[in-house]
Nanobody, 131 residues
Framework: QVRLVESGGGLVQAGGSLRLSCAAS????????VGWFRQGPGKERKEREF???????????YYADSVKGRFTISRDNAKNTVSLQMNSLEPEDTATYYC?????????????????????WGQGTQVTISS
């Protein structure tokens, strides 16, 4: 199984940028679709929100409407990492950000928003945007 560790969170002012990283170990990340999710303050795990996903098998990326044009997901298979570049950050982006993975064989973009479709999760990294 794959282990995921997020990093790169922090406190930035509105309009600023952050780059989150998801480091995978135990398996080669190229065998997995990787997604980013976020859980806002006071929200439960079941309210975790899909942000973006990347699939190596078909080379496609997917984004939630709320982050399109501001966030970019990318992967570096050589480093076994998947990153989320976040620009033009807004206070509404404040959340704990999680990366998740599922074997590419079992991935379907129709399930991006379904938490149960993702088999592996990291512990999260906190992102706080001040106004």
């Amino acid at each position: 199984q794959v282990r995921l560790v997020e990093s790169g969170g922090g406190l930035v002012q509105a309009g600023g940028s952050l780059r989150l990283s998801c480091a995978a170990s135990g398996r080669t990340v190229s065998d997995y679709a990787v997604g980013w999710f976020r859980q806002g303050p006071g929200k439960e795990r079941k309210e975790r929100e899909f942000v973006a996903a990347d699939t190596w098998r078909n080379g496609r990326t997917y984004y939630a409407d709320s982050v399109k044009g501001r966030f970019t997901i990318s992967r570096d298979n050589a480093k076994n990492t998947v990153s989320l570049q976040m620009n033009s950050l807004e206070p509404e982006d404040t959340a704990t950000y999680y990366c998740a993975a599922v074997r590419d064989t079992y991935y379907s973009s129709n399930n991006n928003y379904r938490l149960g479709a993702w088999d592996y999760w990291g512990q999260g990294t906190q992102v706080t945007i001040s106004s």
